[in-house]
């Protein structure tokens, strides 16, 4: 099956782990979505790191062809983890500053297996879509039931109407690299005023 680019996409925001003492599976699909997105031409965007499934997935990506463009604070870049596989490398003041650049190097975003630092990332891509800032893609890879929990949290959100329902089409679950891979190939920018259906859920209570 032939997986073609998504014309309206040059450069893929991956948030990812940046622990190397975790499973070899993440690492594994970690890897086969860096192949994944330069097999279709797509550049990666990522947090600068060398170590975990950031640096892996953008080593992979590279290594097929794809540019990596490594975005890093002042802080973490003076611990020694900023990564050689970059093919242009930013450094920021802060984790703010560092976030807006990714997000206005990249159409789409994936988040796959990480800690803390990638929920919040996540989260805050997802409360700008909700608000109209961006219409891109937003993939979730579970990798190995990883996000189950936070997929049946994100559920409560919208059945206890902390969300409108059209929400959950503010992003997508991949069960594959190739799955997210071929969801943003296919995706259209549809410019979904998601705020406008909540606001008029509210109103309706």
Same mark, same amino acid.
């Given at each position: ?26 690492? $594994? +699909? ?5 192949? @994944? ?9 990522? =947090?600068?790191? !060398? /170590? ?43 984790? $703010? +500053? ?5 997000? @206005? ?9 990480? =800690?803390?630092? !990638? /929920? ?86």
């Amino acid at each position: 099956m032939v997986n073609v680019k998504n014309e309206k996409v040059n450069s893929i925001c991956v948030f990812a782990s940046s622990c190397n003492k975790i499973d070899d599976i993440y690492f $594994r +699909e970690a890897y086969k979505l860096g192949v @994944e997105m330069a097999k279709c031409g797509y550049d990666v965007v990522y =947090g600068g790191s !060398t /170590l975990g499934l950031m640096g892996e997935v953008t080593s992979a990506a590279k290594m097929h062809g794809s540019e990596v463009i490594g975005v890093m604070p002042e802080r973490l870049y003076n611990l020694g983890i900023s990564s050689g596989d970059c093919t242009k490398f930013i450094l920021t003041k802060g984790m $703010r +500053e560092r976030k807006a650049k990714m997000d @206005e190097l990249s159409q789409a975003l994936i988040a796959i297996a990480g =800690g803390f630092g !990638t /929920l919040e990332e996540l989260s805050e891509m997802l409360v700008q879509k909700q608000l109209g800032y961006n219409d891109k893609p937003i993939v979730i890879l579970n990798t190995n039931g990883f996000y189950d929990d936070l997929i049946k949290f994100f559920n409560k959100i919208v059945e206890n109407r902390f969300a409108p329902k059209v929400s959950q089409k503010m992003y997508y679950i991949a069960k594959s690299p190739f799955d997210a891979i071929n969801y943003i190939n296919n995706y259209e920018f549809s410019n979904i005023n998601y705020l406008a259906d909540k606001i008029a859920s509210k109103n309706k209570s």
